[in-house]
């Protein structure tokens, strides 16, 4: 099963919003609400950012969120911060009973 | 607090087998279900393995079915991996990582344990 599909990288300045897409099929992304996003700083194990589709974990800033709209779904961070600047990616359920994630975006804070 | 703990990784030849442990603490170990994930060197993630909070069932990515186990002693708070017939390309950091409550996503997970497949 291939990878979900995220952008290599994207990019903006303190204070701006920027948005993440996670494209899946109708197996997966498309079919359940098992979405999760992940963070992850160089040499560090991921830390869960999102999980199914817009649920945050306690202690998780609200400017994470996150959405999905039939194949694709999306992270969302508003007012971004230097520590933001981190590598992210995305998950889901799909109907095989595994777990599939996307290739991960580089996020960079200008 | 949750808390993960992976050992056993290693530098072994292709074709040989390796066991990954992972010890848990800090919740109740029989009452998830585990995940084991791994990432190459400077790549993504990439799913490799679930377990059923009572092992009743399991599951494998395409790349390791057939080849690596997944198993747990509830009994010692312990999740592992066999990893058979090893190959280059399983070269990676291994995590293991509790499945959330009432989902399927790895919500905690520990620091990682090496595996490097050479000759």
């Known amino acids: 099963q291939s990878a979900l599909t995220q952008p290599a990288s994207v990019s903006g300045s303190p204070g701006q919003s920027i948005t993440i897409s996670c494209t899946g099929t109708s197996s997966d992304v498309g079919l359940y609400n098992y979405v999760s996003w992940y963070q992850q700083h160089p040499g560090k194990a991921p830390k869960l950012m999102i999980y199914d589709v817009g649920d945050r974990p306690s202690g998780v800033s609200n400017r994470f969120s996150g959405s999905k709209s039939g194949n694709t779904a999306s992270l969302a961070i508003s007012g971004l911060q230097a520590e933001d600047e981190a590598d992210y990616y995305c998950s889901s359920y799909t109907s095989s009973s595994t777990v599939i994630f996307g290739g991960g975006t580089k996020l960079t804070v200008l | 607090q949750v808390q993960l703990v992976e050992s056993g990784g290693d530098v072994v030849q292709p074709g040989r087998s390796l066991r990954l442990s992972c010890a848990a603490s800090?919740?109740?170990?029989?009452?998830?279900?585990m995940h084991w994930v791994r990432q190459a060197p400077g790549k993504g993630l990439e799913w490799v393995a679930i377990i059923w909070y009572d092992g009743s069932n399991k599951y494998y990515a395409d790349s390791v079915k057939g080849r690596f186990t997944i198993s747990r002693d509830n009994s010692k708070n312990t999740l592992y991996l066999q990893m058979n017939s090893l190959r280059a390309e399983d070269t990676a950091l291994y995590y293991c990582a509790r499945v959330g409550s009432g989902s399927y996503h790895p919500d905690f997970w520990g620091q990682g344990t090496l595996v490097t497949v050479s000759s």
């Open positions: 800090g919740f109740t170990f029989s009452s998830y279900g």
